[in-house]
């Protein structure tokens, strides 16, 4: 994992941004179109602004996926994470195609088998992920988190510390509103990427960057597995990068 820190979020999303903007040239030299993941919290909202803001990028020739979606939620709800990514991302490019994991799919189990086959038909080139305040990436939190996990999507609870990050970031007022339950896609599902870009600021993430990077990989800091891919790429500000 090539890890590199900026002195603040800014700075660390533009970095972030010219090279993802790069994979996607690059891999767009060898493919008519590539098929890219996208994470949803204000933690990677730098870094998307800056994405979109880059020129030249060919939008029409990307298909884009989420990567988790909570149960529960009103569909028009602005926490969703579809909703979330059309405000940034989703809605601001001419991206070819967005798959979205349904809000209100009556069987989740069926979502599940769902999105798995569009992800088997349009293989990943591209994750942009960040990191929890428990290590989880995506919603693999602590517990649940599997390396070897057969599953592509997968219906999980969400930890403590999980629900709790999602009243420190903004996007509930109290934890008794977050959802106990998503839709994830599941380690073996980001890891199958070509590339892995992962953006990480705030001093709330700190000592998860630091179990990610320095301590073992291990299922209890499922992000640690970013370390066995052989194309990943951790950018940090220097909140996140202060217990390094």
Known sequence: MEIKIYPTKP???????????????????????????FAAAPSQSAFLASLVATPGIPWERIRAFHMDEYIGLPCDAPQGFGNFLDRHIFGLVPLGEVYYISCDAPDASEECR???????KYPVDIVCLGIGENGHIAFNDPGVADFDDPALVKIVPLDDVCRMQQVHDGCFGSVEQVP??????????????????CIVPCPTKAAAVRAAVQGPVTESCPASVLRTHAKSYLYLDSDSASLL
């Open 11 to 37: 700075e660390m999303g533009a970095a972030a941004a010219a090279d993802v903007a790069a994979a996607i040239h690059e891999a767009l030299s060898r493919k008519e179109k590539i098929n890219m993941i």
């Open 114 to 120: 769902r999105y798995s086959e569009l992800l088997r």
């Open 180 to 197: 106990t339950h998503a839709l994830t896609l599941t380690i073996p599902a980001l890891t199958a990427a070509e590339s892995m870009y």
